[in-house]
């Protein structure tokens, strides 16, 4: 048995010391990653409101126009029946 195959315990502790601080400073870096997506994902979400905002303003604007629309062709349709009624009154 050649003693520079084996480990000390001094040695395992050192390696598994060396080997939890890398993963530490690995997990730090993933969280600090994580949270650069989160905040890129927060400034979406904001522009999609405002956007959703501007949605909703034209399907309002959109629903005054179909009112205008409705009484303004009910509008017409009577005045086209009284001008209907006034020639069939003048015809007799």
Same mark, same amino acid.
């Given at each position: 048995m050649d003693p520079s195959q084996f480990?000390?315990?001094?040695?395992?502790?050192? !390696? %598994?010391t060396?080997?939890?601080h890398r993963m530490d400073l690995m997990e730090a870096n993933l969280d600090a990653?994580?949270?650069e997506v989160n905040t890129k994902f927060e400034k979406v979400n904001t522009r999609? %409101? +405002? @956007?959703?905002t501007q949605f909703e303003? @034209?399907?309002?604007?959109i629903e005054k126009s179909k009112n205008s629309l409705i009484i303004?062709?009910? +509008?017409?349709?009577?005045?086209? !029946?009284g001008v209907i009624l006034a020639a069939i009154r003048f015809m007799i």
């Open positions: 480990a000390t315990k001094q040695e395992l502790k050192d !390696v %598994e060396n080997l939890t990653r994580f949270e999609f %409101e +405002g @956007v959703n303003s @034209v399907n309002t604007k303004w062709y009910i +509008g017409t349709n009577i005045v086209l !029946v």
